[in-house]
Every structure is written in C-alpha cells, then in structure tokens.
C-alpha cells in the first residue's frame, strides 16, 4: 500500500480546522482513512467553550481508533459513537444544543481482504478508482441544492436548513446524524485506490471548472495532493471578487488523503 496526505490552511495565521488520518492495522491486512473538515462559525456566540480544532482532532480521533479498533461495527455506527464520545467531552461545559456548536464534515474509508466500506457525510468528497481506472465519485450533495440567496445569511441556514430534515447534515453533537451519511461497500477487488478531499481542494473541479473528477483523481496520482492545491491557490489568488464563484471566503483549509490499495 502507498498514501499520501497532506493539509494545508487556507490563512497561515489561523489554525487548519481539517483532520485527516490513514490508519493500519498491525495486521497487515487493511486500514481506515478519515477526513474532517471543520465548519468555521461566524464571529458570534457558539455555545461552547472549544474551538474548532478542538472539536475536529477530537471527533477525528475517535474515529480513526474505531475505524481500525472496531471491525464489528459498520461506519455509520462508529461515526455515532465517535460523536457520542467527543460530545461527552464537553457536555457538562457546553450547550450542544447551539445550532453553531463546533462541527465538522466526514470521509471515512475502510477495507479489508474482501471489502472497502465507505461513508461520506456532507459536502467533502471521496473518490475511488477501479482496476480499469475508471472514477467514481462518492457525494452527499444536500448542501449544493440549498438555495444560495440562503447560503449567504449563516443565521437563516442555521436556523432553517443545518441539520434539519429536508435540509443537510454535519457531524456535531446528535449521534443520530450518522444514519443520514452517504454509505456502501464494495469487493476489494473493483477498488485500486482511494481519494479524500476537503472542499478546500475540491474546489479545482466544483468552483473553478478545471477538470472533471477523473482529471483530478489522475493530477493527483502523477503529481501529488501538493501540485493539486497550489493550482487552487493560483485560481484563488487569480480570482479577486470571491463571491463570483461562490466562494464565502477567497482560501480554505484543503486537505488531500490518497491511498494505493
């Protein structure tokens, strides 16, 4: 097996609110890889006393020990007990139930001899190419088909649409959320390698119209996670009015995790 992950912040001055991990087991015969991306509030009351990359190196933790610890659970249920576990860590601190209370985007991947599992739970993405090179893109897409004029008041999103039925699901203090994730398996054999991203990275193929997802998946695989988010900072930098694109700030966190299976 050969990975490669890396991270990097959207400002230099602020924390990298994304996690991300690849974990192997001392058995030699499969792993986990997790990807968090951390939702950034606004600059008001949260409910909590903890920052969002608090929230995200605990959430990430739990789920990269249970991934690989835990076989008998399916992901969606060690995605719940991962938030149960990080949400019993600052219970008695923190009013959970702040619609702004800290939390985060989900990848998880897992595989064995005879499976790859995986669990995507908003708006990052997992792509996994087969044998025969072809792509495919694991999305939850709920958050695109929320109307933009809402997208751009937090408050109304909050209020109406995160976590809501009929609106779009992250990963912060309800268990519960878990059943809402984008999950499957697939024989090992038709998985030759796995791809997560952030948003921050994704953002060569869904704002700026690059390439598609197997372009993406093939720059990564001859270049490197790294080539894949300087080009980013290049349109990003390129492009001076954000909200053009869509963009609710100009740089985000970007993180890449690739795994040759």
Known sequence: MRSELISVPGDPTRPD????????????????????????PPATDQ????????????????????????????????????IARTADAHRATCDLSHPRTPQATVVLARWSEALVEYLVLSDSALLIESPAGAVIPVLDDRLSRVPHATLRSA?????????????????AADPSVASRAVTGTLPRSEVRALTALTDGA???????????????????RKEGGRSLIDRVRTLERAETAATYLGRSKPHDDATVVYAEL
């Not at 990359?53 to 992901?75: I, N």
């Not at 408050?155 to 990963?171: P, S, V």
């Open 17 to 40: 609110e994304d996690y991300a991990s690849v974990g192997l087991p001392a058995s030699g015969q499969g792993g986990s890889i997790v990807v968090l991306d951390g939702v950034t």
């Open 47 to 82: 409910g909590c006393l903890h920052s969002v990359p608090w929230f995200t190196a605990r959430l990430g933790g739990a789920l990269h020990e249970l991934s690989v610890s835990r076989r008998d659970l399916t992901l969606a249920e060690v995605l719940g007990h991962a």
């Open 155 to 171: 408050a109304a999103t909050d209020a109406i649409l995160r976590n809501k039925e009929g609106g779009f699901f992250t990963a």
């Open 202 to 220: 994704t953002r060569w193929v869904e704002k700026f119209g690059e390439g598609d997802w197997t372009d993406l998946f093939t720059l990564i």
